[in-house]
């Protein structure tokens, strides 16, 4: 019994010391991976500028709508949803998800297809690219 015990004291003093070590410096071999380029860090930038761009701006192009963001996935895809505005339950007009690192980002919906769908892609792929402010337009 004063044995195990004694096992158990040693275990608990080790237990920080590993734990410290999982935030060392990464050693010549590691790979130093940014987290500028996570799937979920370029989504919220994404999300952030559209937010800003076109819907705190009250451009006419996206006044009908409403962003719906959900950046918490648990699928290892956050993604932000443009919806109607006076009906946020109906499906997604526009979908802007990530995946991976780097953060592959992919666009689709209708409103990809109409008359602002150009410039969709363009702020879309600016803020992916870590670019920021918004296009002019609207």
């Not at 919806?83 to 953060?103: F, I, K, T, W, Y």
């Not at 990809?112 to 337009?137: E, F, K, L």
């Amino acid at each position: 019994m004063k044995r195990a015990s004694l096992v158990i004291a040693a275990l608990a003093m080790l237990v920080p010391l590993v734990a410290c070590q999982s935030d060392s410096k990464p050693g010549p071999g590691a790979l130093a991976l940014s987290s500028e380029n996570t799937a979920l860090a370029t989504m919220e930038r994404v999300a952030l500028s559209a937010n800003s761009c076109w819907f705190k701006s009250k451009d006419p192009t996206f006044r009908p709508y409403r962003l719906a963001p959900e950046l918490n996935s648990f699928s290892g895809r956050p993604r932000i949803l443009v919806v109607p505005a006076r009906n946020p339950g109906d499906r997604p007009l526009l979908v802007v998800q990530a995946e991976g690192h780097p953060a592959k980002v992919e666009a689709f919906g209708p409103l990809m297809h109409q008359s602002g769908g150009n410039r969709i892609a363009s702020d879309i792929r600016r803020w992916s690219a870590g670019g920021s402010g918004c296009s002019g337009a609207g």
